[in-house]
């Protein structure tokens, strides 16, 4: 096929193609879970030079797609924060994560997703414009390393005491400037998106199908079912995060 990369056959292709579409019904419906879902095949079917920037582009895709559904619900104001902390956070880049090994990273975000999910909620984290600042640039940085830091932002803005709605509105808006920012960063550096318009085109298509879905789901779960809903996923991805960097398995 020749509008795939060389390096992507048509049976690879179908399965980002699924994965993309369940992915985004999932984190259409209780707001994440769909990127990591994504980058775990992608890791095991694309080259590791494209992984990053391409999950980047399909999920900017994604997060626009439900932003725009849930326009009316979006918190504007933090989400201008988020973006001028992303700006910040981009820019560093990996210049202080590279220092420091992946595993101690995903072991520190698991921990702190499941302080976040299951601890004392802390004053500061539901409140004020300085901590949408800090969550932009640190998540910023982080997704330049490995990719899926949308649970990070999750646990945090879920504290805002924000409806379903708002919750995947807001989020979904923030993790597209984060996502649009670390492609401009990606193409910056020479990454050659071109060779991959024609499968980002299919993921793309995929992305809408099950945005379209899950967005229709969300308006049909009750906000107590949304939010215990919401805990069990953080949770799983947290834990995931931990038995990656405690070696029980690998994601490569």
């Known amino acids: 096929m020749e509008f795939l990369p060389a390096d992507i056959d048509a049976t690879a292709a179908a399965a980002l193609i699924a994965a993309t579409f369940i992915g985004n019904i999932i984190s259409a419906a209780t707001g994440i879970g769909g990127g990591i879902i994504l980058l775990a095949v992608m890791a095991n079917l694309m080259p590791a030079a494209a992984i990053i920037p391409i999950h980047g582009v399909v999920q900017l895709g994604g997060n626009i797609f439900r932003g725009t559904i849930q326009r009316a619900h979006i918190d504007w104001l933090t989400f201008v924060w988020f ?21 101690i990273l995903r072991a520190g975000l698991g921990l702190f997703i ?21 969550m932009g640039a640190v998540s910023s940085v982080l997704t330049m ?3 899926a830091t949308g649970p990070f ?5 879920a504290r805002r005491g924000y409806t379903p709605q708002q919750l995947i509105g807001s989020h979904s808006a923030c993790m597209a400037a984060q996502h649009a920012l670390k492609i401009v960063a ?28 899950g967005s229709y789901a969300l308006r049909r779960i009750p906000a107590g079912t949304f939010a215990t809903v919401l805990k069990g996923v953080l949770t799983l991805l947290a834990a995931n995060l931990l038995a990656v960097a405690f070696g029980l398995y690998s994601i490569t």
Do not use: C, H, Q
């Open 153 to 157: 932002a999750m646990a945090l803005l």
């Open 186 to 213: 990606f193409a910056l550096l020479g990454f050659a998106f071109a060779d991959w318009l024609g499968l980002v085109a299919m993921l793309l298509l995929a992305s809408l199908a099950g945005s379209l879905i």
């Open 114 to 134: 499941l302080y976040t999910v299951w601890g004392p909620k802390l004053r500061f984290v539901s409140e004020g414009n300085f901590v949408a600042v800090v």
């Open 83 to 103: 973006a001028l902390g992303s700006v910040v956070g981009v820019a560093v880049g990996g210049s202080i994560v590279v220092a420091l090994p992946s595993d």
């Open 145 to 147: 390393f490995f990719g």
